[in-house]
């Protein structure tokens, strides 16, 4: 009897101990102070709710049951122990999202002024718990329990957002729901639904359902063409009204607002594929910064802003958001330059330049948004050429400077510099991702303040209303959920930017918490999160990886090939003389792994023959053949339009090359974005006769020939669903 007494206090302790290590929670709090003990569920465990507590005692109790197994009875009587009290009073001294969350040995109390706070302090008792929690399966613990800790915690800023891009790439209503789910987790509060852009309509309007029959697909035969990867065939889809009534329901629950976007005037080729009349007349003039012509609304027509005024009345029935975002963004002004309606307008309203006739377009948006109960927002362009409605939000993504330009005019703004703050941005050099914005690691997301980076004085920071993430999808059509690679855990950092005041956030606390904690959470929750990978060297003859966190499994080959769950774990270093053949990757389980790196300055030296284009591809002027011949592959070849069948670009080499393999690479450097997506490789060994390498797979085609080759010929077969082809120098291997 004795031993098992002395076994219980023991695995109690343990239990304890444990618990007590687990008070590592995302985004910090702002107050701890830690107990002793914990609290243990068991099946007597009952929940006390108020009328106003209902809804979140229902959310918590599914976690709960789901996990444990266990009931969790719902009482109207305040119990003596044993017990999770939820209690909501607007009475309350506590912030509106803010909360007290009071754990003891007793029980579990929260305390808030809204449903949202409580829901805060659901998610902080979540954290505490163990991850499997988010699991949504039963699991064989024996004990359940949480540390003794108090928490008063009120979040930052009131404004924590995530925009998402369903244009470029659809994403169907269950993982959208997904998505908002996992940021409900973070105490994200906003949900920005970038619902049209040029390359696809995704919202139903009864009134116009050309928008969705013919603007919410592309490919062949479609009027949208091909783009971003989504090949030769018919791709999109959109959301019905009762799916987005759906989702806005689905978020309400979680305490997210979501706030709709359809992006005007420019951005829109999905909408002028769709009803011609509403575009420009006149010369399409230069393309748009994405490539795309006739793509902007003409602002001189007049039964286009009746068209408008239709959409939004139909929009803002399904979103009960005061705030509706209309773009405002990378406006192509040639448009406008020639079409006789926008000149007729400028010439009566006097103005001198297309940013005030972009600022004339803009206050009429205002007027038929504001008509109907909303408050409009848009992108930072939105400031130029005039003023604005002062209840009108300025989304700051171009740079801080045009977050410090918009409060200085008393508008009320949303920091998310694309430096800081765009998702579809590369996490390292080597990763898919654009880089126009630079190379947005963790840290430097973590690194963002709204507020201080700004050096905004205190009568211009009260208009900083928060901060946001943004995830722009033109790259995210593969690989399979490269929307979570790319979002998390950025988004974790975000999350703590928003709700974390700066005198609690430190960088390596929180990369201590997220790698030693979050990570299994997030796992747990189902999220394809990113793994950071290791840095490999080669030095005094060995082969060196560094490890991202001292807890992290790296795995490594010696032959080239991509690391898996069965290759050898890396101990410490390697000596070889055949660094290059070496790849490295840190693995989470089994399933989740970082890109694979090979050592950074391993001796890797390919082929460089003296070499001949001949092509019937005309060149960009500023992207030329040049670049297929210098052997830096940093830099490529870029078309001057749109590709066709038939095309075709032939290496020719000055002397016959004797290669052990040669791999034929298209798509700009390090991102695979407007890679050839429809063509063949073929070589040659005598300069005129071609044999057949392979068809392109994601823009690559690798092949080992048997002689030397004399020539490498790259054939198209149908229209390229970029409005441009990159190409790229060969590798030549010995």
């Known amino acids: 009897m004795m031993k098992t007494k002395l076994f219980a206090l023991c695995a109690a302790l343990a239990v304890t101990a444990s618990l007590a290590a687990q008070i590592s929670i995302i985004p910090k709090p702002n107050k701890i102070e830690k107990g002793e003990g914990s609290f243990i569920f068991d099946k007597q465990t009952v929940i006390y709710t108020t009328e106003k507590s209902?809804?979140?005692?229902?959310?918590?109790?599914?976690?709960?049951?789901?996990?444990?197994?266990?009931?969790?009875?719902?009482?109207?009587?305040?119990?003596?122990?044993?017990?999770?009290?939820?209690?909501?009073?607007?009475?309350?001294?506590?912030?509106?999202?803010?909360y007290s969350l009071d754990i003891s040995t007793q029980g579990i109390t929260i305390k808030s002024s809204t449903g949202a706070g409580a829901f805060y302090a659901i998610q902080s008792l979540l954290q505490l718990m163990p991850p499997t929690i988010y699991s949504g399966k039963a699991t064989g613990f024996e004990k359940?329990?949480?540390?003794?800790?108090?928490?008063?915690?009120?979040?930052?800023?009131?404004?924590?957002?995530?925009?998402?891009?369903?244009?470029?790439?659809?994403?169907?209503?269950?993982?959208v729901k997904r998505y908002i789910d996992w940021m409900s987790h973070h105490k994200i509060n906003k949900f920005h639904w970038h619902l049209t852009d040029d390359n696809g309509w995704r919202v139903e309007i009864k009134k116009y359902p050309e928008l969705i029959r013919k603007g919410a697909w592309r490919g062949p035969g479609e009027v949208l063409k091909a783009s971003f990867g989504s090949g030769n065939q018919r791709y999109g889809g959109f959301y019905t009204q009762e799916q987005i009534k759906e989702i806005v329901a689905y978020a309400a629950e979680r305490h997210i607002e979501?706030?709709?976007?359809?992006?005007?005037?420019?951005h829109s080729k999905a909408v002028t594929a769709s009803y011609p009349n509403v575009g420009c007349e006149g010369e399409i003039g230069e393309l748009s910064v994405q490539g795309e012509g006739q793509n902007a609304w003409c602002v001189g027509k007049e039964p286009n802003y009746k068209m408008l005024e239709d959409i939004i009345k139909e929009m803002v029935k399904l979103f009960p958001s005061k705030n509706?975002?209309?773009?405002?963004?990378?406006?192509?002004?040639?448009?406008?330059?020639?079409?006789?309606?926008?000149?007729?307008?400028?010439?009566?309203?006097?103005?001198?330049?297309?940013?005030?006739?972009?600022?004339?377009?803009?206050?009429?948006?205002?007027?038929?948004?504001?008509?109907?109960?909303?408050?409009?927002?848009?992108?930072?362009?939105?400031?130029?050429?005039?003023?604005?409605?002062?209840?009108?939000?300025?989304?700051?993504?171009?740079?801080?400077?045009?977050?410090?330009?918009?409060?200085?005019?008393?508008?009320?703004?949303?920091?998310?510099?694309?430096?800081?703050?765009?998702?579809?941005?590369?996490?390292?050099?080597?990763e898919r991702g654009h880089n126009w914005a630079g190379i947005v690691t963790l840290e430097k997301s973590y690194s963002l303040d709204p507020v201080g980076t700004a050096n905004l004085s205190s009568d211009q920071a009260h208009l900083i209303l928060g901060v946001q993430g943004a995830l722009w999808t033109e790259l995210l059509g593969w690989p399979p959920r490269f929307i979570d690679y790319q979002t998390y855990p950025r988004l974790a950092a975000i999350a703590e930017v928003g709700w974390t005041q700066p005198q609690y956030k430190e960088w390596s606390n929180f990369n201590k918490r997220l790698t030693k904690h979050h990570f299994e959470r997030m796992y747990q929750m189902g999220i394809f999160f990113r793994v950071p990978p290791p840095v490999a060297k080669y030095e005094n003859g060995a082969v060196k990886a560094e490890l991202p966190y001292s807890w992290a499994v790296v795995r490594y080959t010696t032959d080239e090939s991509e690391p898996t769950s069965f290759s050898p774990v890396y101990k410490g270093e390697i000596f070889t003389d055949k660094p290059q053949k070496f790849r490295f990757a840190t693995?989470?389980?089994?399933?989740?792994?970082?890109?694979?790196?090979?050592?950074?300055?391993?001796?890797?030296?390919?082929?460089?023959?003296?070499?001949?284009i001949e092509t019937s591809i005309e060149e960009n002027t500023r992207f030329t053949l040049k670049n297929l011949t210098d052997y830096k592959y940093d830099t490529y070849f870029r078309s001057a339009s749109r590709v066709k069948a038939g095309d075709y670009l032939i290496y020719h080499f000055s002397e016959a090359v004797r290669a052990s393999r040669i791999?034929?690479?298209?798509?700009?450097?390090?991102?695979?974005?407007?890679?050839?997506?429809?063509?063949?490789?073929?070589?040659?060994?005598?300069?005129?006769?071609?044999?057949?390498?392979?068809?392109?797979?994601?823009?690559?085609?690798?092949?080992?020939?048997?002689?030397?080759?004399?020539?490498?010929?790259?054939?198209?077969t149908a229209p390229n669903d970029g409005h441009i082809l990159s190409l790229q120098d060969l590798r030549i291997e010995m």
């Open 54 to 98: 209902q809804q979140n005692a229902s959310y918590l109790k599914g976690y709960l049951k789901n996990a444990t197994g266990f009931t969790f009875e719902t009482i109207k009587q305040p119990p003596v122990n044993n017990f999770i009290v939820i209690d909501i009073a607007p009475s309350y001294n506590i912030p509106a999202e803010g």
């Open 144 to 175: 359940w329990g949480v540390p003794v800790v108090k928490i008063e915690d009120s979040p930052r800023f009131e404004y924590r957002g995530m925009m998402l891009d369903v244009s470029r790439t659809f994403f169907d209503a269950e993982t």
């Open 258 to 266: 979501v706030i709709p976007e359809i992006d005007l005037p420019g």
């Open 324 to 430: 509706f975002h209309i773009g405002g963004d990378e406006v192509n002004y040639a448009q406008w330059s020639t079409c006789p309606h926008c000149i007729a307008l400028m010439e009566k309203e006097g103005m001198k330049n297309h940013d005030e006739l972009l600022n004339y377009f803009v206050r009429r948006m205002e007027s038929i948004i504001e008509k109907h109960g909303k408050h409009m927002s848009g992108w930072d362009e939105i400031l130029d050429g005039g003023d604005l409605n002062p209840n009108s939000r300025v989304y700051a993504w171009r740079s801080v400077a045009k977050g410090i330009e918009s409060v200085t005019k008393g508008q009320p703004t949303i920091m998310m510099p694309g430096e800081y703050c765009y998702f579809d941005m590369k996490q390292s050099p080597v």
């Open 587 to 612: 693995f989470f389980k089994d399933e989740l792994k970082s890109v694979t790196i090979s050592p950074e300055n391993a001796p890797y030296t390919y082929l460089m023959p003296e070499t001949r």
């Open 663 to 716: 791999t034929v690479e298209t798509g700009i450097p390090n991102i695979s974005f407007y890679g050839v997506t429809d063509g063949y490789v073929e070589f040659s060994y005598d300069g005129k006769n071609y044999v057949t390498a392979g068809s392109f797979d994601r823009g690559v085609v690798v092949f080992q020939p048997e002689k030397p080759v004399m020539a490498v010929k790259i054939v198209i």
